[in-house]
């Protein structure tokens, strides 16, 4: 009799295999071991047909009943269930305890298909000789947009162009806990809407702590300075 295609499917397992009609059922427990990593005596079978209808793959005697014996259609599933407890399983999907190999540095940069030997030849990062100035030319780009645009602690502004995020200037310079060179502008919102209250990353800029977020940091071109007086949510109660 010819193989039939059934779906494997167990916790950590979902594949298509080839079952042998002629095969025992504790010949079939044995073939799934390594595929489920279920222990034959551990393992519940049960054949799933087209109908939904669910048959268990069991006998008295395993070793002489055979495959044969059950309705194998092409396509149904082979439902394998591990019947130790959860606490006697083993945990496939937890990597915490497995042994990783970490490749030497040394190694890695002797390598010549990495991604480190393709920035070496592009001349990339770090190994760009002009890279210091291109990041000079960003810091003066930002100090020459800060200046042209009036930025300055104490000034009102409001932030990307939304008109509803009205704040003041309260810092302008570094902030070397975001990523990137050159000036930020911190504001503080007249409104509770921004990502911190003046500190980030354990770094206080402006102001003391506070579970109102009011403070952003934001670059120059986000900021628009100006006449923006805090908005008076009750102004327009007058037209009603």
Not at 7 to 32: C, G, H, M, N
Not at 52 to 65: G, H, T
């Amino acid at each position: 009799m010819a193989d039939v295609p059934l779906f494997v499917i167990s916790d950590y397992v979902s594949s298509e295999r080839r079952i042998t009609p002629s095969w025992s059922i504790s010949q079939l427990k044995a073939k799934l071991e390594p595929i489920t990593g279920i222990p034959p005596s551990c393992q519940r079978i049960s054949l799933k047909t087209s109908s939904n209808e669910k048959i268990a793959i069991e006998a008295p005697d395993e070793d002489s009943v055979y495959l044969q014996q059950f309705p194998l259609v092409p396509y149904a599933e082979l439902l394998i269930t591990d019947t130790r407890p959860v606490s006697a399983r083993p945990n496939f999907s937890n990597t915490a305890d497995v042994e990783k190999y970490v490749l030497p540095e040394e190694e890695y940069e002797k390598k010549t298909d990495s991604v480190l030997a393709w920035k070496k030849a592009e001349k990339l990062g770090r190994f760009d000789p002009n890279a210091p100035s291109h990041e000079q030319a960003k810091i003066a780009a930002l100090a020459q947009e800060i200046e042209a645009r009036g930025i300055a602690v104490g000034k009102r502004c409001k932030v990307g162009g939304d008109d509803s995020r009205r704040g003041e200037i309260m810092y302008v310079g570094d902030v070397k806990e975001i990523p990137g060179v050159g000036a930020w502008v911190g504001v503080q919102l007249d409104e509770p809407v921004g990502k911190n209250d003046g500190s980030i990353g354990g770094t206080r800029y402006w102001g003391g702590e506070s579970e109102l977020k009011r403070g952003v940091f934001v670059r120059p071109e986000r900021v628009e300075v100006g006449d923006f007086p805090v908005l008076d949510d009750l102004e327009d109660m007058e037209e009603i």
